[in-house]
C-alpha cells in the first residue's frame, strides 16, 4: 500500500504494525449485533488519481524489516479504480458506543476494544486497539480505576490528547507507557487514595481525552532510540507507587447482610 | 433428573424445558473473562440422601413429551455421592455484573442473557434466558425504553415482582407476554411519550423489579389452556399501540454539527 | 420484509423460499477471490419511502406456513433509512464469470453456483441456485452434455427463455422439471445420440438461453395443484430416455497408448 | 524417508520441502467432488525390500536444517510390509482435469493448484504447488496472459519442458523466476502488445510446454549459490517491462452498450 | 444402492439404517493412530457386473420410508468400474483391536464402537454400533460387569451367538433388548451377585460369544410386529432386577489407608 | 506465579515448562467420560497468605528466558482470596485410570497420556505429559514391550523410582534418555529376546515403577551442561542395540488359518 503523510508544525503519532493477519471488529458476543465500533462509522477513500509526470518521485517501501527506496518517473497514486476489501480506512472515535458495567464490579478493558487483530490460537490476539472513551461512570460498591494486576499481554497506552484518568501527572499526551507481559502495575498512589475514598454517584469520566492502548499477546522490545537516544525515559516512573500504603487487616469481617 | 417442589399458599412460577443442549454461560466477547453471571456465583446441591422405605412413593415422569406415573417403596433421594458435572443449580439473580451503554444509543436486550442453549447453527439460540436487572441507565441523545423492532425470535417475557419498565400497566407479576417470530412490537403509548419528552440525565432503572425473557429462535405453541381455559388472555393488548402517532416529517433536517 | 410485485399482462416466474438460513455466495476454493457471481454485481435498493395515508391497505403477510391478511391505513414502504446488511438485492445473470474444464472430463454442476443457502453439515445445502449460462464448450475426449446420474441431491430445473441443451422439445421457458432425491437421469435420446458421435472442437453453448437449477438435499413435494389441478403434467417425460440403446460390449479394449 | 535417486547424464530438477504440513489435496468448493488432480490418478509403491548385506553402506540424512552421514552394513530399502498413509507418491501432470474461465476474465492461478500444504491460518498456504497446463483457452473481452500483480505471496515458477506463455525468452526448461511477497510483476513487454491487440478466438494454450510455481506465503530466502556462485543470475530481467508504455486516456468512456 | 441377500434356511439378522450421515470410524483420542476397529480390516468389493437380458426383473427401493417396486428386462449389477469412496463393505468383527482398563474402574462402554454415525452436535450420535468382543477381564477393586446407569441414549441390544455376560439367561441369538433414553438399567441380579462376590483375577469374558449394541441419541420406535404381531415380547423383563437388595449402610466407612 | 520449594538432603526433580498454551486433560474419543486422568483426582490449594514483613526478601523472576531477581520487604505469598481457573494443581499419578489393549496388538503410548499441551495445529502437542504405570499386561500374540520406531515427537523419558521395563540396566531413577525427533528406538537386546520368546499369559507391569515421558512435537535442544559439564552422559548408549540380529526369513510363510 502506496501512503504519504502530509504535516505542518513538529508532530507526533502513534503506528501499530501487525504481521500475519488483519485488524477487524471483535466478535461482539452478548452485546449483540450493534455496539463498539460500529461498521458503518469506518471510512475508506474512493478510486483516485493524479495522472502527474514527476521526475525522480522517490517511494520507499518495508520489505521483510528493511527499507528500500526507489526512484520513477510518475506518480504511484494512479487508482483509477479498484475492486475488493482491502483499503485504507478511518474512524472517528467519538462515535465508539461505549458499553460498561452499570451495576457493580470493574469491567476487563477488552470492553473498549474498537479493533483486534487475532492470532492464530483463539482468544488471543496479536494485537488489540482499545481506547478509554469519554463516558459515564457508575458502578457502586467497586473500585473505579484500573484495578491492580498483571497480566498475560504487553500493555503499551498512548494519549492524545488531555489527562488520563488513572495518572493526571507526568503522563502527556504524545507521551507513553509500556506494560510488559506479566508485570503487575496499576494506578498511582493519588489515583488509590481518591478512588477508595469516593462517595460513588455517577460521575463523567475522560470527557475531554483521548487516551488508547494497543494490547499484544507478544512481548514488545523497545528500541536504543526509545530507551536511551531520545532522552524521554522517565527513571521515576517507578515511585508513583511508592506511596501506597499496606491496608491488610486479617480480622476484618464483612458487615452482616 | 428426580425433584420435588414444596410451596406453601397459592403459587405461580415460570418454567422453560430445552431440549437437544443446555444452557450454558454465553461467550463474553469483549466483556472479557469476567462479568454478566460469573461461573463462581451458581450454587449446587452436595449429594444428599434418605435412607427411607415409604410404601406407594410415586414418581411422576416425563418421557417424549408425555408424564409416566409409577409407585415404588422407597424414597428416589438417595444420592450418596457423585462425580460429574451434570447438577442442579440455582443462581441469585442479583449476582448478575450488568453491562450496558455509558454513552449513547440502545444495547442489543442480549447483553442481559444469563444463559443460552445454543442451536446447532453457530450465533443461534434454541433458547436465552434473560433478565432486566436493577442498573443504571445513562444514555445520552438516545431512546432509552426497548425500540419498536421485529426479530427472528419468540420473546416471552415474565415478570417476578415489581412493575415492567416499558409497560407499567396490564403487566402484573406472574403474567406473560409473548411477541412471536416476526412480530412487530416495542413500548406502550404511554412509555414512548415519556421517554422521548424527558431529560436525559442519570437514573436508576428496574429497581424493585425482576422482569426476564425466555428468547427463543423456534416457534412457541400456547396451549389451548393459554388460550381459552385460563381466562387469562389480554384481549385489548394490541391497544396500547394505538395511540401512537406519526411523526415523520420528510422536511426535517439534523441541526449542523 | 415487505414487497409489491407489479406486471404487465400474463406472467410466470419462478419463486424459492428456504429457512433457516440465507443465501450467500460459495466459498470458491482453488477459484480463489475472484469469480463465479461477484460480489460486486449484486445491487440493492436505496432508502426509499412513500408518506401516504392509504384507506385498507392490505398487507399479506407468511408466517409458520400459513398466509395472514391485515389492513392498515398507510403505506407500508417507510424505510426512511436503515443499516446493516440484511437487505433485498438483484443479480444479472449475464455478469456470471463461468468457469469449466477447458481440456477434457465434465465437471460437476456445483461448478455453476450462483447462490448457496448451506445446511448446518458443513457440505450439505438447504438449496443452491444453479444456473446454466452461455459459455465455451472445450472438453476433448468426453461427454458434454450433463451425464447419467444419481445423486442425493433434488433438482428442480426451470427455464426462463430459449431452449435448454440437453433436451431441446419440450422444455419450454416457464416450464420445470423435478428430480428427486436418488431418481437417475439424464440426457434424452436425441441428445446422447449426437453428443456421441459429435466432433469435439470448440463451440458455443447455450448462447440465448436461461436454464437454472433449484438444488436441495431435501426432498421436494409437489402441490395437488402442481400434480394435477394445473393439467400441465408432463406424462410421457420418461419416453424420452426410451430409446437408449445397450451400447456395452465386454471384450472392448482401449487402443494402446 | 530414505530414498535414492538414479539419473543418466547430466539432469536438472526442482525439490520443495514444506515444514510443520503435509500437502493434501485442495479443498474444490464449487468444482464439486471432481476435478483438478483427482485422488485415483495418485500412484504409490507397494512394499519392497532388497535382503542385502552391503559393506558401508552410506545413509546421508537431514536433520534441523544439517546433513548427517552414516555406514551400517545393510540396505535400508527394507520395508517387507507396511500399513499407514504417509507413503511416497508419483503423479502424472498430463491427467490434472484442467477448469478455467469459459466466457470472460482471466482465474486466479489457484484454479491451477495440484497440491497445497495449508498453514493454521485458513485460507493460507505455506505451499501450493501449481501448474500451468495445456488447455483451451476461451475468454472474451479480456486479457489473457497472467494479469500485472502484486500479493501476499512469494512466487517461485520453473519450467520442466518447452516454452512458458508469459516470456518467451530467456526462461529456459531447469530456469527459475521468484517474484517475492508484495513485489509487482506481470508479463513482458512483447507479451502485452500481442495479447491486447489479439483476435480473441478460442486458442490452444501451453501444448508442448510444463511450467508451474511453488506459491508461498512464507518468503523464501536465495542462497550464496543461487545469487553469486552459480553465475546464473539474469540481470537483465527487470528489462523485459522496460517498454511497456502509459495507455491511460483520462478522457476514455466505455462504448454505450 | 442396489444389492440382494441370498439366505439358506431360516435365517435372522439385523439391520440399522441412518439418515443424514454415514457411517464412519471414530475419532480415537488418546487411543493414537491404531486400535478398535483398523482401516486396513474393511473389505470392499471390486467392480462386478452380469451383462443379462431379465424377463421381470423386480427391483425394491425405498424413498421417503416407503417400498417401490419397478420391472425391468435387464439386471442392476452392472457396475463396469467406479471411481469414489462411497461403496458397501464388510468387516470382520474378530479384528476388532479390543482396548479396556488395565488396573481399575469400568470403561464406558464406547470404548467398544466399531463405527459411529455422528449427527450435528458434536459428541453426539445418530448411531454408534458398539461390540462385546472376546477379551481379558483385569479390573481390580472394581464391579466389572456393565455398571447400572440411566443415559441419554437408546440402547438396542443383539447377540449374534453365545450368551450375553451380563444376562445369561432369556437373551438369545437372534433376540434384542432395547433401553430406551434416560431408562434405568443394569445386570440381573444373579449377575450382580457373583460378581460382587468374586475374586477378581486375569479372566477371559466374552469367549465364543458376539454381543453387539446399535446405540443412538434418538428414540426408537418399536413397530406394532415388535411389539404384539411377533409374540417375542418377553414381559417378565423387568423381574430380573426384582431381586436386588438394598446394601445401603449409612455407617459404613472405608478401612484405613 | 510465586513459589518456593522446599528440599531436604540431596533432591533431583524433572521440570516441563511449555509455552503459548496450557497443560490440559486430552479429549478421550471413545474411552468416554471417564479415564485416565480423571478431572476429580486434581488437587489445588486454597487461598494461603502470610501477613509477613521481611527484610531483604529475594524474589527471582523469569522473564523472556532470563532469569531477573528483585528485592521487597513482605513476604509475596499473600493471597487473601481469588477467583478463577489458572491455579497450581498436583496429582497422584497412582490414582491415573489406566486403559491398554486386553486382546492382541501393542497400543499407541499416548494411551498413557496425562495431560496434553496443544499447539495451533490440531493433532499436534507441545508437549504431551505420558506415564507408564502399574498395570495388567495381557495382550496374546503380541510383541508387548514398546516396538521399534521412529516418530515426529520428540520422547524425554524419566524415571522416578523403580527399573523401566524395556530398559533394565542403566536406566537410573533421576536419569533421563533422550530421542529426538524422527531418531529410531526401541528395546534393547536383551528385552528384544526375552519378549520374542515369553509365553504370553497375564503379567503385572511397571509395579514399583515409576516412568514418565515428555512427549513434543518440537525439537529439544540439550544445554552444555547436559551434555558435557555434568559428565552423566552414557556414551555407550547405542550399544545396547548391537546385539539385535537379522530374524527376516524371505520364504517364511503364515501357518495356514
Known amino acids: 500500500m502506496r501512503f504519504s503523510v502530509s504535516v505542518s508544525g513538529s508532530t507526533r503519532g502513534y503506528i501499530l504494525e501487525v504481521f500475519a493477519a488483519h485488524f477487524q471488529l471483535p466478535y461482539l458476543g452478548p452485546i449483540g449485533a450493534n455496539g463498539l465500533a460500529n461498521p458503518r462509522d469506518f471510512l475508506c477513500p474512493v478510486a ?8 525522480g518521485y522517490q517511494v520507499v517501501s518495508k520489505f521483510q524489516g528493511h527499507l528500500f527506496q526507489a526512484e520513477q518517473n510518475h506518480s504511484p497514486f494512479d487508482v ?14 467519538a462515535l465508539f458506543m461505549v458499553v460498561n458495567a452499570v451495576q457493580f464490579d470493574h469491567c476487563d478493558p477488552s470492553i473498549f476494544t474498537v479493533l483486534t487483530c487475532p492470532s492464530n490460537r483463539p482468544g488471543t490476539a496479536i494485537a488489540d486497539f482499545v481506547i478509554f472513551p469519554p463516558r459515564w461512570s457508575v458502578q457502586e460498591n467497586t473500585f473505579r480505576p484500573p484495578y491492580y494486576h498483571r497480566n498475560c499481554m504487553s500493555e503499551f497506552m498512548g494519549l492524545i490528547f488531555g489527562n488520563y484518568e488513572a495518572k493526571k501527572e507526568g503522563f502527556q499526551p504524545g507521551g507513553a507507557t509500556l506494560h510488559s507481559v506479566m508485570t503487575p502495575h496499576g494506578p498511582d498512589t493519588q489515583c488509590f487514595e481518591e478512588a477508595t475514598n469516593a462517595t460513588l454517584c455517577p460521575t463523567r469520566v475522560a470527557d475531554g481525552t483521548q487516551a488508547f492502548m ?35 487487616n486479617p480480622k476484618w469481617q464483612p458487615d452482616v447482610l
Open 48 to 55: 483516485w488519481y493524479e495522472d502527474k509526470d514527476v521526475k
Open 80 to 93: 483509477v479504480g479498484w475492486h475488493g476489501s482491502y483499503v485504507p480506512y478511518k474512524y472517528n472515535l
Open 214 to 248: 494497543f494490547e499484544s499477546s507478544l512481548s514488545l522490545a523497545v528500541t536504543k532510540w526509545g530507551e536511551e537516544t531520545c532522552q524521554k525515559l522517565d527513571k521515576n516512573y517507578y515511585k508513583c507507587w511508592q506511596g501506597l500504603k499496606k491496608h491488610f
